[in-house]
T-cell receptor, first 112, second 112 residues
Framework: DVKVTQSSRYLVKRTGEKVFLECVQDMDHENMFWYRQDPGLGLRLIYF???????EKGDIPEGYSVSREKKERFSLILESASTNQTSMYLCASSIGRENIQYFGAGTRLSVL | GENVEQHPSTLSVQEGDSAVIKCTYSDSASNYFPWYKQELGKRPQLIIDIRSNVGEKKDQRIAVTLNKTAKHFSLHITETQPEDSAVYFC???????????FGQGTTLQVKP
């Protein structure tokens, strides 16, 4: 069974804080993705990575950065959290470019 | 840019009835179309997918149809059951980018 693990289910942070969201997958997948999920907007892609140390901007990268130092780990960084970044964040991984994406359980982030 | 429109946003049916969710996509190079189901508080999980060389695919009570000319695809659930109640997302991708573009989601409620 593919396992994609996100480090926190719930997180509460203050405006201006630096926030790290961690994601680890155990299936040796090349591709990893970060999405945010908001009601009525579906899943929107923030950043993705096809390999270690590689990163590509998704559709809404502003205010975010990522790090992929190891194949199994993909981190999402909010350099200075703002209230409009309050959301559910989902990590996913896949092998190949058309194949199934497996999702983590999500991190619900509240920025106060 | 690339876009996937999904309708309806909410759908309520009686147990045993059929449910249909429709999606249209803008990128004519799209060639992979997965459908994800997300139960309340859980991660999205793939339920069925279709590739561009196929017009229809079935798996027990669910089926997906694809019309490449019209750039739309649909999810059909027959003999709905209360456990089918969830949010359903369609998505489209092409092998050039490897990104999934998600629709806005459909909340399906199956009334017993």
């Amino acid at each position: 069974d593919v396992k994609v693990t996100q480090s926190s289910r719930y997180l509460v942070k203050r405006t201006g804080e630096k926030v790290f969201l961690e994601c680890v997958q155990d299936m040796d997948h090349e591709n990893m993705f970060w999405y945010r999920q908001d009601p009525g907007l579906g899943l929107r892609l923030i950043y993705f990575s096809y390999d270690v140390k590689m990163k590509e901007k998704g559709d809404i990268p502003e205010g975010y950065s990522v790090s992929r130092e190891k194949k199994e780990r993909f981190s999402l960084i909010l350099e200075s959290a703002s209230t409009n970044q309050t959301s559910m964040y989902l990590c996913a991984s896949s092998i190949g470019r058309e194949n199934i994406q497996y999702f983590g359980a999500g991190t619900r982030l509240s920025v106060l | 840019g690339e876009n996937v429109e999904q309708h309806p946003s909410t759908l309520s049916v009686q147990e045993g009835d059929s449910a249909v969710i429709k999606c249209t996509y803008s990128d004519s190079a799209s060639n992979y179309f997965p459908w994800y189901k997300q139960e309340l508080g859980k991660r999205p999980q793939l339920i069925i997918d279709i590739r561009s060389n196929v017009g229809e695919k079935k798996d027990q009570r669910i089926a997906v149809t694809l019309n490449k000319t019209a750039k739309h695809f649909s999810l059909h659930i027959t003999e709905t059951q209360p456990e089918d109640s969830a949010v359903y997302f369609c998505a489209a991708s092409n092998s050039n980018t490897g990104k999934l573009i998600f629709g806005q989601g459909t909340t399906l409620q199956v009334k017993p």
